[in-house]
C-alpha cells in the first residue's frame, strides 16, 4: 500500500513538474519579444475562424493552411491592373522565400471565383499557390475587416476597387505582419521571415 501511495505521489509530482515547465516555457516563447527592425508592420489583425475552401479542397481552415507561414492578399481573377502586378510580385516573392512559406491570394468575388476558375489562374504564375474562397458574403467580410480592408465597385468600370496589402500570418507572432508598400522589397520580406524563424 505505502509503495503504491509513494509511485501515485512521485508520478503526480513528475507530471506537476512536466506541466510547469511546458507551461513556462511555452509561455516564455509566446512573450519573447518580436524585433522592432522588422521590414513590415506589426499589428494586432486576426483572421477569424471561419468556413474557407482552396481551388482544391472543399473544407479547409486557417490552421491546416499555416502548417507553415502564410502570406496573405486579396484580389480576383477578373482584375485587370492591381492583381496581376501582386502575383507577379508574389512569384518574385516565391523565388526569395523558397519553400520557408505558402502564398495565399484570397478572392473578393468568389461568386465568379470558382475552385476550378481560381485554380486555372493561378496555375499562369507557377505551382504551389493557394487559392482561398469564403463563400458566405458575411464571413468574406469579417475576414476584410479584420485585415481592415474594404472593396467597392469602381464608378467607372465595373471591375472591384481593393487594397493590394501583403500579410504575414507566422506562428511567432500574435497578430499579423503587414506590408503596405505600394512597391514592397522581396529580398527585406524573406528577411522578416529568418528573423522571425530565428527567433
Known sequence: MK???VISSSFTA???????????QSKAIANKPVPQNLYGQITPFKLPDVP??????DKSDWLTLSDKPLFI???????PHVCPMTMAFYQQLKGSV?????????????????QEVLNEYLSRYGENFIGIRVDEQQHLDQILLSLKQSYTLSKHSEYLEHQSYIYLLHPKLEGLLVYTDSSPDPKQISNDLETLGNL
Open 14 to 24: 513528475l507530471l506537476g513538474v512536466f506541466v510547469w515547465f511546458s507551461f513556462f
Open 73 to 79: 492578399t486579396t484580389g480576383f481573377t477578373n482584375c
Open 3 to 5: 509503495k503504491s501511495l
Open 52 to 57: 474557407l475552401q482552396t481551388q482544391h479542397q
Open 98 to 114: 523558397g519553400d520557408k512559406a505558402n502564398l495565399a491570394l484570397i478572392t473578393i468575388d468568389p461568386n465568379n471565383d470558382t
